[in-house]
Each structure stands twice: as structure tokens, then as C-alpha cells.
T-cell receptor, first 113, second 114 residues
Framework: AQRVTQPEKLLSVFKGAPVELKCNYS??????LFWYVQYSRQRLQLLLR??SRESIKGFTADLNKGETSFHLKKPFAQEEDSAMYYC???????????????FGAGTRLAVHP | NAGVTQTPKFQVLKTGQSMTLQCAQD?????MYWYRQDPGMGLRLIYY???????DKGEVPNGYNVSRLNKREFSLRLESAAPSQTSVYFC?????????????FGEGSRLTVL
């Protein structure tokens, strides 16, 4: 069964400190992984996806298939990074080849001044 | 550009009452989804619709029904609400035939069942 685990419910750091939000997954096939973010009073939105290997708002995430992890990192946290972060997995397991995202429980990042 | 629009934004029900959450998207997406968000459990998929005319169960479908009315609209119905259905409900859509898998979410509907 596919599963996404985010072990930390809350991560509290000071501004300027490094941040690492952990995500582990289980999936038998070749996964596609994403990080979604929900800022206060805003819609849930895509932050980044592993296939793009991009850096968004200073965040990066590398897919480690050996450790089945997709941790989100940022070298210097900013107060505006405070939000709820969700790791999500998409597996092409369904008829028609369409995606269905499975989300982790989420980690709340609090960046203090 | 409205994106994904959900109504109502807030609703209070009594146990046993029924209601329908409405969702519409204007991005011409094929696929639509209903998730519920609960503290400590993240987002869990209730039902999804890969394309107009098809619907399938997700992780937590019990107590819910859905209708894909047309390509734009995907409604979620609670026939007999229970306190366990108190949650924030999110509708989402995507153009899934491709590797991106990006979902576009509505603002959410907060439902309280007393």
C-alpha cells in the first residue's frame, strides 16, 4: 500500500536557522513526490515536485529512493515560511493512467523572529 | 480567474441531517477530487472523478456520495451527517494526464456536525 509519513507534527525554529521537514514514503512502483504548502488563510498549493528538481522560495527536496525519503530543506528559514507543509505521493496505479495524490499528515513549521 | 470554487464555506448541521457541498472549476480540468482535512491526519481522499461520467472511492468514502454533474462540477453529499464527519472539506481539480500531478484546491468548507 502506498503511504506517506511525516514524523513531525510541529517544527519550531528561529529565523535564519536551517530547516528540514521530513517525509518518508512507501510505494512499490516508481513514485512521483510533491510538497504542498498551506499558508494561513490561503489555499493549499503546490510548492515543488521532485521531477522538476527546482528550488522554490529557497526550498529544495531530493528524492532518495534508497531511503524512500523526500525531505524538504531550506538553509535559512524566514518568518514568512511559517505554514503547514504536506508531502504527497502520486502513483500511477489506476485505470486510465491518471494520478491520485496521497498526502501525509502534515508538519506545521513555525519560524520565530 | 476563480479556479476552484466551493460552497458553502461554513455549515453547521445536526446529526442525521443531509447536505451537499458544491464544487466548480473553470480550468477545464478532467479530474476532480474531494478531500477531508482533520488535525493530525492530514488530507484524506474521499472520492475522486478521473473524468466526466466516472467516480471512484478514495480512502474514506463511507457516509458520502458524489456526483460529477458535468466537466465543471463535482458535488459531495452527506445523506445522514454524523459528528465524525466534522471536518474541513477540500475540493480539488487537476489535469492529470501528464507527469506533473498538480492539484488546484478550493478554499475549503468547514462543516460541524452537532
Amino acid at each position: 500500500a502506498q503511504r506517506v509519513t511525516q514524523p513531525e507534527k510541529l517544527l519550531s525554529v528561529f529565523k535564519g536557522a536551517p530547516v528540514e521537514l521530513k517525509c518518508n514514503y512507501s510505494y512499490s512502483g516508481s513514485p512521483e513526490l510533491f510538497w504542498y504548502v498551506q499558508y494561513s488563510r490561503q489555499r493549499l498549493q503546490l510548492l515543488l515536485r521532485h521531477i522538476s528538481r527546482e528550488s522554490i522560495k529557497g526550498f529544495t527536496a531530493d528524492l532518495n529512493k534508497g531511503e524512500t525519503s523526500f525531505h524538504l530543506k531550506k538553509p535559512f528559514a524566514q518568518e514568512e515560511d511559517s505554514a503547514m507543509y504536506y508531502c504527497a505521493l502520486s502513483g500511477r496505479m489506476f485505470s486510465g493512467g491518471y494520478n491520485k495524490l496521497i498526502f501525509g499528515a502534515g508538519t506545521r513549521l513555525a519560524v520565530h523572529p | 480567474n476563480a479556479g476552484v470554487t466551493q460552497t458553502p464555506k461554513f455549515q453547521v448541521l445536526k446529526t442525521g441531517q443531509s447536505m451537499t457541498l458544491q464544487c466548480a472549476q473553470d480550468m477545464n480540468h478532467n479530474s476532480m477530487y474531494w478531500y477531508r482535512q482533520d488535525p493530525g491526519m492530514g488530507l484524506r481522499l474521499i472520492y475522486y472523478s478521473a473524468s466526466e461520467g466516472t467516480t471512484d472511492k478514495g480512502e474514506v468514502p463511507n457516509g458520502y456520495n458524489v456526483s460529477r454533474l458535468n466537466k465543471r462540477e463535482f458535488s459531495l453529499r452527506l445523506e445522514s451527517a454524523a459528528p465524525s464527519q466534522t471536518s474541513v472539506y477540500f475540493c480539488a481539480s487537476s489535469e492529470v494526464r501528464g507527469p506533473t500531478g498538480e492539484l488546484f484546491f478550493g478554499e475549503g468548507s468547514r462543516l460541524t456536525v452537532l
